[in-house]
């Protein structure tokens, strides 16, 4: 069974979310960005995410994750 959260009727559910939210610039692809960001900044796994987000490979998931600067000196300060 698929437990991805965004299945494929989630690219629609997610369109008129946005748009009775008054959301125009956003997609199903800024979604799961922002979704797998959030979680990755959390530390929540990478291959976790990648459950989470239905992918069976990684590297499908982590097209996803956005790394801030903010996000690099966090884990730069974590190794000192």
Do not use: C, Q
């Not at 698929?2 to 494929?8: A, L, R, T, V």
């Not at 979310?17 to 997609?27: Q, V």
């Not at 998931?61 to 000196?73: L, N, T």
């Amino acid at each position: 069974m698929d437990w991805g959260i965004f299945s494929e009727y989630s690219d629609s559910a997610l369109f008129w979310m946005y748009k009775r939210a008054g959301i125009e610039e956003a997609s199903s692809h800024s979604g799961r960005r922002s979704f797998a960001t959030t979680l990755s900044s959390k530390g929540v796994a990478p291959r976790v995410l990648m459950k989470a987000m239905g992918h069976r490979n990684i590297s499908s998931a982590m097209v996803y994750i956005d790394a801030s600067d903010e996000m690099v000196k966090t884990a730069v300060e974590l190794a000192a």
